[in-house]
């Protein structure tokens, strides 16, 4: 898996699909955002990203990606954009 700067937060993600997971659609989409904010210089725009994450609710959905996984992601992920 490819790193971000920090070495924490994966540029590729390769969730497992499972039978009842979160719907990759969602996770994709929220997934793109903490990448393009991360690369940004801006504290605005990652505090910005980083709330809407700690706020997101993701839908489960038949063959969707695995929750433990996607919910370590955001909490790295919340945690890096500080």
Same mark, same amino acid.
């Not at 997971?21 to 904010?37: I, L, M, N, S, T």
């Not at 505090?47 to 994450?53: G, I, Q």
């Given at each position: 898996?490819?790193?971000?700067?920090?070495?924490? %937060?994966?540029i590729d993600t390769n969730f497992i699909i =499972?039978? *009842?997971? +979160?719907?990759?659609? !969602? %996770?994709?989409?929220?997934? *793109?955002? =903490?990448?393009?904010?991360?690369?940004?210089?801006?504290? !605005? %725009?990652?505090?910005?990203?980083?709330? !809407?994450?700690?706020?997101?609710?993701? *839908? =489960?959905?038949?063959?969707? +990606?695995?929750?433990? !996984? =996607?919910?370590e992601y955001v909490r790295r992920a919340t945690?890096?954009?500080?």
């Amino acid at each position: 898996m490819a790193l971000l700067h920090n070495g924490r %937060v994966p540029i590729d993600t390769n969730f497992i699909i =499972v039978l *009842r997971g +979160y719907d990759p659609a !969602e %996770v994709d989409a929220a997934v *793109r955002r =903490v990448q393009q904010a991360l690369m940004s210089v801006s504290p !605005e %725009v990652r505090a910005s990203v980083r709330d !809407e994450l700690r706020r997101s609710v993701f *839908r =489960v959905r038949i063959r969707g +990606y695995d929750r433990g !996984e =996607v919910d370590e992601y955001v909490r790295r992920a919340t945690d890096d954009l500080g």
